[in-house]
């Protein structure tokens, strides 16, 4: 094979750089420098198996773009040193031989690498992966019905959303997805292990599941077109119940409403409601926010912390609920969106939380268009609740009540709806 220089590399990838068509500013010099040695790596890394390489792949383009936006909107300020590292180790550690691979796979992989060694959350997204979030805040995508982080042993279920595949299946909060379909999960990122779970509709995936205090257990879920309703609600003779599964797009909006179907079916019996967020992985920042409006009259819903400086997420007058008394139920499936919320009320003295504690996922996401049909899923800031307290390791209930899934009935609701009748009596 013909042998490539350094300088030779990094004239090649400036060209790719500067000639890539890109939707916004050009990468500037650190991040061409950063794909500049990224190329030279690669080279490196394929010249031990024998192997040259072609330095035309868009995939340049696209680390320079990433690594760009994390210098600049990151959390926290990270050396150019740290995330080449990181990324270096990422692509040796997913093809440490590298004969046969792509030079865009190998680049991927040094993405992956890159931003995996920020946090859990930060990820690179690809038109499909785009796609497939787009489709899952507009309430419907194709998949299994379960929000996951990475795990060292593969993948945690967050949460699954009632009535799809997975919670049929009875997968629960806290199991770890260690392989599908026979292959190990452990080894590979959350975006790589996340396109394994994918597939078309109607095929079947075996999940390897290891839940605390069992053995290790197979199940089989089949891949639907997931619906999420978002919002369900009833009446619980003078009490009303509204669960919500997932804040997807105008779910504070259905909320309301339910309410005020609520209302109109229980009359001046109604003693106040039951919020259901059990099992909810989040979703939209922002319908947490007007979903937390909608119960409070005034005062500071969150406050988010970035490299900017401090953003104050504030209550508007009004509250749908009329100052009736409210629950909430969370539990360790409850996260990020349903935090805020439920921190909100409770700092509020607005609601009561019984259950679990929750997840604790205290970190916000911004979405990062990188050209037309990809982007960047970066963390650029922490949130605290009213109080000043994060949730990073999850909200502790008031009212502490464990689910027996031995027993009939569900005693988080039952004690749930008496102590909303008892706030009714003891209200001034």
């Not at 992966?129 to 042993?153: S, T």
């Not at 629950?327 to 499936?333: K, R």
């Amino acid at each position: 094979m013909k042998h490539v220089t350094k300088p030779l590399i990094a004239f090649a990838a400036f060209l790719l750089l500067a000639s890539c068509e890109i939707v916004g500013p050009k990468p500037g010099p650190q991040a061409v420098a950063a794909a500049n040695q990224i190329a030279a790596d690669i080279t490196l890394h394929r010249k031990t198996a024998g192997l040259g390489t072609e330095l035309s792949d868009p995939a340049l383009a696209i680390f320079a773009r990433v690594f760009e936006k994390v210098r600049e909107d990151y959390l926290r300020a990270v050396t150019d040193t740290a995330l080449l590292s990181a990324a270096r180790a990422g692509l040796k550690k997913a093809y440490p031989y590298p004969k046969g691979v792509d030079v865009g796979f190998l680049v991927m992989a040094a993405i992956d690498g890159m931003l995996g060694s920020l946090d859990r959350y930060s990820t690179y997204l690809d038109p499909s992966d785009l796609k497939a979030m787009r489709d899952r805040i507009r309430g419907q995508f194709g998949g299994l019905g379960i929000k996951v982080r990475k795990h060292d042993e593969g993948l945690t279920v967050v949460s699954p959303i009632d009535g799809t595949p997975a919670y049929r299946a009875g997968l629960k909060s806290g199991d770890i997805i260690s392989h599908a379909d026979g292959k190990a999960l452990k080894t590979l990122t959350l975006p790589a292990a996340v396109r394994i779970l994918r597939g078309d509709v109607g095929e079947p995936i075996t999940l390897t599941i290891l839940r605390s205090g069992a053995p290790t257990f197979d199940v089989e879920v089949v891949r639907e077109v997931i619906k999420v309703a978002g919002v369900r609600s009833r009446v619980e003779k003078d009490v009303g119940y509204i669960r919500v599964s997932e804040f997807t797009r105008r779910v504070s909006h259905r909320v309301e409403d339910a309410v005020e179907i609520i209302r109109s079916k229980a009359g001046l019996d109604l003693k106040g409601f039951v919020l259901d967020l059990r099992n909810n992985p989040g979703g939209s920042f922002d319908e947490a926010i007007f979903m937390s409006d909608s119960f409070l009259e005034q005062g500071q819903i969150v406050l988010t912390k970035s490299r900017d400086g401090e953003a104050h997420h504030k209550a508007e007058a009004g509250d749908v609920a009329n100052g009736l008394p409210i629950v909430v139920l969370i539990n360790g499936g409850s996260a990020s969106a349903a935090e805020i919320v439920a921190g909100a009320l409770r700092d509020h003295k607005r609601a009561v939380l019984i259950g679990r504690k929750s997840f604790g996922k205290g970190t916000v996401q911004r979405l990062i268009p990188l050209g037309r049909n990809d982007a960047l899923r970066l963390t650029t800031a922490i949130y605290l609740t009213p109080s000043g307290k994060s949730v990073e390791g999850g909200i502790e209930p008031d009212i502490d009540v464990v689910l027996d899934e031995d027993r009939d009935g569900d005693e988080q609701l039952e004690r749930a709806i008496k102590t909303v009748r008892e706030l009714y009596r003891s209200r001034p």
